[in-house]
C-alpha cells in the first residue's frame, strides 16, 4: 500500500518534534484519553480500561507517534505496525467515524502540553496533514479486513451471538469456554494463533466491555473456544472485569457476543521447519492452537512446546499436553515450575525450578532451523527473547505476541 506524499516542509516540521515527542509522549496522549473519554464515554467500550488505568494503552500510543515522526521520510517504515494495531482495531469494531475524534482530541492534547511554543499553530496544522495520511491507511487498511472476514465461509461483520456449549475449568485461574454460532450457521476458519474479542454487559448502566482472548484449540474443530484467566484484584488494580465476569456469571447455555477471529500471530502453513513453542502462564492459549493445528494438518513435523507457570495448581492444559506428547512421536513437551511443590516436582516433564532460563531453553532442537514462537508475561517475553538472541537465532526465526498493547521487552 502506497501513503500519501507529505510535503517536504510538513515532513520536516514533524521530524523535528521527534525529541519532544520522546520527552513528553506518554503526557499529550495521557491528556488525549482523559479528554476523549470524558467527551465521549460511548468510546469507552472499545478501549481496555485496565490497559488506561495501568498506563500501558497512553505509553504505546506515544511509541506510535514517536515512530511516525522518526520514519517520516518513509512512512511504509510504519506498514507492518499499522497492519498489526488495524487487526485489534477491526476486532474491537472501531469504525471510519472514530478517526476524526481521536484525530480532534489528539491534536488538542498535543496543542496543550506544547503550551506557548513559538511554532505551535505550525506544528499543529503539520500533525494533523499527518494524521489524515495515517488515519487514510488505517480505515483502508481495516476495511479491507472486515470484508476479507465477512467473505469466509460463515463470515461475519461486527457482532455474532455465540453459545456456550462447555465450560471446563483449567486450572485454578483458567477455564475454557467452548462456543458455537447461537444461529447454527457455519463456523469461518481461522489461523491458529488468532484471537477474537468478547463483547459483556456487567452493569447495564455502565458501556459494554470487550476483551481480546487467544483462540485456544485448532481450526479443525467444530467450536472456537477461549481460556481465560481470572484477574485477581491487587494493589493498583481492581481485578479483571471481563475475566471475573466470565468467570462468575457466564455458564453452559448462555450467549456471547464475539467479533470475527483477527490477528497476525500466526505459524506459516506451509513450512516443514521444526516449532518451538514457549508459553508463560496464559500465554499458552495461542501455542496450544498451534500446537493442536500441527498435530491435525501436519503430522510429522517436529514441535516442541515448553510452558513456564508458577506451579501446578495454575497450570493449565497439563494433562492435554502430556496426552499429546505421548501419543505423538514427534512432539515433545517440558514444563518450568517457578515454585513448585513437592507434588509438582514430581511432574515427568519438569526441566527445571524457578524462572525461564538459559538451562530449560538448552536442549531446544532446531537451531536457526527453528521456527521460535513465544508468548506471556512481558518479563518472561524479555527473557525467552534474550536466550534466543545469545543463543544465535536470527530475528526472522522469532515470533511473538502481547496480550494489550505492544510494549518494549528490554
Not at 185 to 202: D, H, M, N, R, T
Request: charged share 25%; aromatic share 8%; glycine share 8%.
Amino acid at each position: 500500500m502506497k501513503m500519501a506524499v507529505l510535503t517536504e516542509s510538513t515532513r520536516d516540521v514533524i521530524r523535528s518534534t521527534a525529541p519532544f515527542l520522546e520527552q513528553e509522549g506518554e503526557r499529550i496522549t495521557t491528556l488525549f484519553y482523559q479528554r476523549m473519554f470524558q467527551d465521549h464515554p460511548e468510546l469507552l467500550n472499545i478501549f481496555n480500561q485496565t490497559n488506561q488505568k495501568k498506563g500501558m494503552q497512553p505509553k504505546a500510543l506515544a511509541g506510535t507517534l514517536y515512530a511516525a515522526a522518526v520514519n517520516i521520510d518513509n512512512l511504509e517504515n510504519l506498514l507492518p505496525a499499522i497492519r498489526q494495531i488495524a487487526h485489534k482495531h477491526r476486532s474491537l469494531n472501531v469504525k471510519p467515524e472514530h478517526y476524526p475524534i481521536v484525530g480532534e482530541y489528539l491534536l488538542a492534547a498535543l496543542k496543550e502540553v506544547l503550551g506557548d511554543h513559538p511554532d505551535t499553530d505550525t506544528i499543529i496544522e503539520a500533525w494533523g496533514e499527518a494524521y489524515g495520511v495515517i488515519a487514510d491507511v488505517f480505515i483502508e487498511t481495516e476495511e479491507r479486513m472486515y470484508e476479507e472476514a465477512e467473505e469466509k465461509p460463515g463470515g461475519w461483520r461486527g457482532f455474532r451471538e455465540f453459545t456456550v456449549v462447555k465450560k471446563v475449568q483449567e486450572s485454578s485461574v483458567i477455564t475454557s469456554f467452548y462456543l458455537k454460532p447461537s444461529d447454527g450457521g457455519a463456523l469461518p476458519p481461522f489461523e491458529p494463533g488468532q484471537y477474537i474479542s468478547v463483547q459483556v454487559i456487567p452493569d447495564p448502566e455502565s458501556p459494554a466491555h470487550m476483551r481480546q482472548y487467544s483462540l485456544s484449540d485448532s481450526p479443525e474443530k467444530p467450536w472456537y473456544r477461549i481460556s481465560v484467566k481470572r484477574e485477581e484484584a491487587h494493589s493498583g488494580h481492581d481485578g479483571g472485569v471481563v475475566s471475573n465476569y466470565l468467570h462468575e456469571n457466564i455458564s453452559e447455555g448462555d450467549t456471547l457476543n464475539l467479533t470475527a477471529p483477527a490477528g497476525d500471530f500466526t505459524i506459516t502453513q506451509d513450512s516443514e521447519r521444526p516449532l518451538v513453542l514457549i508459553a508463560g502462564g496464559v500465554g499458552l492459549t495461542p501455542l496450544v492452537s498451534m500446537l493442536n493445528h500441527s498435530v491435525a494438518a501436519a503430522p510429522g513435523r517436529p514441535v516442541t512446546f515448553i510452558t513456564a507457570a508458577k506451579s501446578g495448581d495454575v497450570h493449565a492444559m497439563d494433562e492435554h499436553l502430556r496426552s499429546t506428547e505421548q501419543n505423538c512421536e514427534f512432539v515433545k513437551y517440558a514444563v518450568c515450575y517457578e515454585n513448585p511443590s513437592e507434588e509438582d516436582r514430581k511432574h515427568p516433564n519438569l526441566a527445571k525450578t524457578g524462572l525461564i532460563d538459559e538451562e530449560c531453553l538448552s536442549d531446544l532442537p532446531g537451531g536457526e532451523e527453528a521456527e521460535y514462537y513465544f508468548c506471556g508475561p512481558v518479563p518472561f517475553m524479555g527473557a525467552v527473547s534474550r536466550i534466543l538472541k545469545n543463543r544465535g537465532i536470527p530475528e526472522e526465526r522469532k515470533h511473538y505476541e502481547f496480550f494489550g498493547p505492544a510494549q518494549n521487552m528490554n
